[in-house]
């Protein structure tokens, strides 16, 4: 079994910055990669960024490249995701998942394990 702990939401004005956290505890060798998603009011949980547990392959919905980087710490069992320049389309609950396998990690389905979230608000 495998727990993930999301914290560092916030409320935050437009074109600022928050970084989430996600702790991961008994990780099992099989997790291979971790997942950030995030659901808005009335709307489906959507893909976010994804970061593989070895080597430093990410990627991102086109909605947040350049402005959200996902990183990883091995050691820490630990998952990042910055957020700069954040806008109100950016207000939703922050999902972080861990995914044993690395075929569908752009899909809620491809996911084993999920956080309770964390909210992210920004206010224009």
């Known amino acids: 079994q495998v727990q993930l702990v999301e914290s560092g939401g916030g409320l935050v004005q437009a074109g600022g910055s928050l970084r989430l956290s996600c702790a991961a505890s008994?990780?099992?060798?099989?997790?291979?990669?971790m997942g950030w998603f995030r659901q808005a009011p009335g709307k489906e949980r959507e893909f976010v960024a994804f970061v593989k547990w070895s080597g430093s392959h990410t990627d991102y919905a086109d909605s947040v490249k350049g402005r959200f980087t996902i990183s990883r710490d091995n050691a820490k069992n630990m998952v990042y995701l910055e957020m700069n320049s954040l806008k109100p389309e950016d207000t939703a609950v922050y999902y972080c998942?861990?995914?044993?396998?690395?075929?569908?990690?752009?899909?809620?389905?491809?996911?084993?394990?999920w956080g309770q979230g964390t909210q992210v608000t920004v206010s224009s």
């Open positions: 008994g990780r099992p060798s099989r997790e291979n990669a």
């Open positions: 998942a861990a995914a044993s396998s690395l075929l569908r990690l752009r899909v809620q389905g491809g996911y084993d394990y």
